[in-house]
Every structure is written in structure tokens, then in C-alpha cells.
């Protein structure tokens, strides 16, 4: 306990997201598995730990930092046929292979796509930060373009924006908004405040409608760059780091300063005279200047 009588230490989840290990969720449930071990013990949810204590992580020693890193945050167009996970039996390619290389960090999806939609997918690599965004209390809002194959009745607009019932439940649109097209293929803007798997395309599917083609193209503040071609990534700019950690209800945290250190002036080259005093010992001077003068 420490002197005002709160205990001591972080809660390890928090330690372990704002590492960039994974979001609070994710370590949750490893630590909920026995991935997780303090001090050689197995951990349990809400311990709290210090930085002299030993944390491993599937055995591998993990540092208790008590700094928090510089948080990146990156923009990535995904496209089409790209899964967000780690790893897939079938070997189909993830967007950690397409993301920039880390040391000491890893990259959290804040949100995921499906394999067949495209769009905005935000990256970051503080946990704390990924898991208020994706936590459903903040019922933060999506927006996506879809393109639909059919006609679409103001009946049906309707029953979509007062709510239909899906297999796990309730959903609706908070608001859709007609985009145009030509022919069989039509085009909406439709915003939800809720990433359940494949929740847009069931929506549309419960009143008949197919969706050919998906794209988030929002996420809260953030939006998807215009001309941004699929498979690019860009980091926020510390303007945007600072809407988006404002947005979450988060302080942005403070990078620290470096020292720069004022270069030394060289010698000046416009006066031999001084140059070869320093150059030059009294003996070595003289005769140089007489050589010079001969």
C-alpha cells in the first residue's frame, strides 16, 4: 500500500497495453489463459505490479515501463482480401505484413474489417488508447460506403434506420444517405456506432438487399484520406494525434525533449595569422614565415 493508503503499483493489463503488447481486452485474455506470470507466479485480473517485478509474457521477460513510449498512430487503406489478424491457417495475407516494422511495440487494429470489405483501418501502438476506442461504451461513430445491387424502397430505408432484429441481437443505422449510381448498382453513406462482425452487410441482408461492395471510410474524427490508394499507410500528425487522444478522452502524452547540443565553430580560415597559432608551435612558426616571406 503506499502512504495514502491506495495501493501500490499499476493494474498489470495497463501496463502491458500502454507497452503496446496488445489492447486491455487482448491481455486480459491471455492473462485469464496463465500466458502471463509476476514474478514467476501466475497473474491474476487486477493484480497490481511495479517495475522491480519480473513480468513475462509466454515466458519472455517483459519491461514494467514506467514511461510511456512515443504512441504511434497510423492510417491503413486496406483492401480487399487482407485479414486483421496475426496469423492464418490458410495462409492469407494480414495487414501486419503490409504495416511498418516495429522494435519493442506491435500494432493494434483499433477495429477490424472483414476479409471482403476495404476502407479505413486505424493502427496504433498504445493499448490504453485502442481500447477506449473499441470499447462499446463510447459508441464511437463508422461510416461506410456501400454499394447495394438492387432497388431500394424509402419502406425499407425506414426499417433500417428504426431498428431490425439480427441473430445476436438489435440493430439499426443512425443515418443513411443516399450517394447516387446508375443502374442495378446504387450507392449509400450509412453511419453505426457499433463494429459487430458483418453488422452492415446482415442489416442490409435483412431486407433483401445484397451488398456488392464495402468501404469504411470513417472512424470518429478520422477520416480516410481522398486519392488515398489501397494498401498505403500514413501516421497522424501531432495535430491529429491530439484530436483523436482528446476524442478518446485520453491527454496525449508528452514527448520528452532532446538535448541538442550547439555545434562547435570552426576555425576561422580569413586569418592566417591566428589559424597558425594555433596550428603551429612558436618555432614552427617562425620558420614558415620566413620561408614564406623569402
Same mark, same amino acid.
Given at each position: &500500500?503506499?502512504?495514502?493508503?491506495?495501493?501500490?503499483?499499476?493494474?498489470?493489463?495497463?501496463?502491458?497495453?500502454?507497452?503496446?503488447?496488445?489492447?486491455?481486452?487482448?491481455?486480459?485474455?491471455?492473462?485469464?489463459?496463465?500466458?502471463?506470470?509476476?514474478?514467476?507466479?501466475?497473474?491474476?485480473?487486477? @493484480?497490481?505490479?511495479?517495475?522491480?517485478?519480473?513480468?513475462?509474457?509466454?515466458?519472455?521477460?517483459?519491461?514494467?515501463?514506467?514511461?510511456?513510449?512515443?504512441?504511434?498512430?497510423?492510417?491503413?487503406?486496406?483492401?480487399?482480401? !487482407?485479414? =486483421?489478424?496475426?496469423?492464418?491457417?490458410?495462409?492469407?495475407?494480414?495487414?501486419?505484413?503490409?504495416?511498418?516494422?516495429?522494435?519493442?511495440?506491435?500494432?493494434?487494429?483499433?477495429?477490424?474489417?472483414?476479409?471482403?470489405?476495404?476502407?479505413?483501418?486505424? =493502427?496504433?501502438?498504445?493499448? !490504453?488508447?485502442?481500447?477506449?476506442? &473499441?470499447?462499446?461504451?463510447?459508441?464511437?461513430?463508422?461510416?461506410?460506403?456501400?454499394?447495394?445491387?438492387?432497388? @431500394?424502397?424509402?419502406? &425499407?430505408?425506414?426499417?433500417?434506420?428504426?431498428?431490425?432484429?439480427?441473430?445476436?441481437?438489435?440493430?439499426?443505422? /443512425?443515418?443513411?444517405?443516399?450517394?447516387?449510381?446508375?443502374?442495378?448498382?446504387?450507392?449509400?453513406?450509412?453511419?453505426?456506432?457499433?463494429?459487430?462482425?458483418?453488422?452492415?452487410?446482415?442489416?442490409?441482408?435483412?431486407?433483401?438487399?445484397?451488398?456488392?461492395?464495402?468501404?469504411?471510410?470513417?472512424?470518429?474524427?478520422?477520416?480516410?484520406?481522398?486519392?488515398?490508394?489501397?494498401?498505403?499507410?500514413?501516421?497522424?500528425?501531432?495535430?491529429? &494525434?491530439?484530436?483523436?487522444?482528446?476524442?478518446?478522452?485520453?491527454?496525449?502524452?508528452?514527448?520528452?525533449?532532446?538535448?541538442?547540443?550547439?555545434?562547435?565553430?570552426?576555425?576561422?580560415? /580569413?586569418?592566417?595569422?591566428?589559424?597558425?597559432?594555433?596550428?603551429?608551435?612558436?618555432?614552427?612558426?617562425?620558420?614558415?614565415?620566413?620561408?614564406?616571406?623569402?
Amino acid at each position: &500500500m503506499s502512504d495514502h493508503g491506495s495501493p501500490a503499483g499499476e493494474k498489470l493489463q495497463k501496463v502491458l497495453a500502454r507497452a503496446g503488447l496488445g489492447s486491455r481486452r487482448q491481455i486480459e485474455g491471455w492473462i485469464a489463459a496463465g500466458r502471463v506470470t509476476v514474478d514467476g507466479n501466475p497473474a491474476t485480473l487486477g @493484480v497490481r505490479v511495479t517495475p522491480a517485478q519480473a513480468i513475462r509474457v509466454d515466458g519472455r521477460t517483459v519491461l514494467a515501463r514506467v514511461r510511456q513510449p512515443r504512441p504511434r498512430v497510423l492510417i491503413y487503406h486496406k483492401p480487399e482480401g !487482407e485479414i =486483421c489478424t496475426r496469423s492464418d491457417p490458410q495462409g492469407r495475407t494480414t495487414v501486419f505484413e503490409k504495416l511498418p516494422t516495429l522494435r519493442g511495440a506491435r500494432w493494434i487494429p483499433i477495429g477490424r474489417l472483414d476479409y471482403n470489405t476495404s476502407g479505413l483501418l486505424l =493502427c496504433t501502438t498504445d493499448g !490504453e488508447l485502442a481500447n477506449r476506442l &473499441m470499447h462499446p461504451s463510447q459508441a464511437i461513430e463508422r461510416e461506410y460506403a456501400v454499394r447495394v445491387l438492387g432497388k @431500394v424502397s424509402e419502406e &425499407m430505408i425506414t426499417r433500417l434506420k428504426t431498428g431490425v432484429v439480427l441473430e445476436d441481437g438489435p440493430g439499426h443505422f /443512425d443515418s443513411i444517405v443516399d450517394a447516387g449510381g446508375a443502374g442495378a448498382n446504387h450507392w449509400y453513406h450509412v453511419v453505426l456506432k457499433e463494429g459487430r462482425n458483418r453488422e452492415v452487410r446482415r442489416l442490409w441482408d435483412s431486407v433483401s438487399v445484397k451488398v456488392s461492395r464495402l468501404i469504411r471510410i470513417r472512424f470518429g474524427p478520422i477520416r480516410l484520406p481522398p486519392h488515398f490508394h489501397t494498401g498505403r499507410s500514413v501516421e497522424l500528425d501531432d495535430k491529429a &494525434m491530439a484530436v483523436l487522444y482528446g476524442f478518446a478522452g485520453l491527454k496525449l502524452p508528452s514527448i520528452p525533449e532532446r538535448k541538442i547540443h550547439a555545434k562547435r565553430k570552426p576555425p576561422r580560415q /580569413d586569418n592566417k595569422r591566428r589559424s597558425a597559432k594555433k596550428l603551429y608551435p612558436d618555432s614552427v612558426r617562425k620558420r614558415r614565415r620566413i620561408t614564406v616571406q623569402r
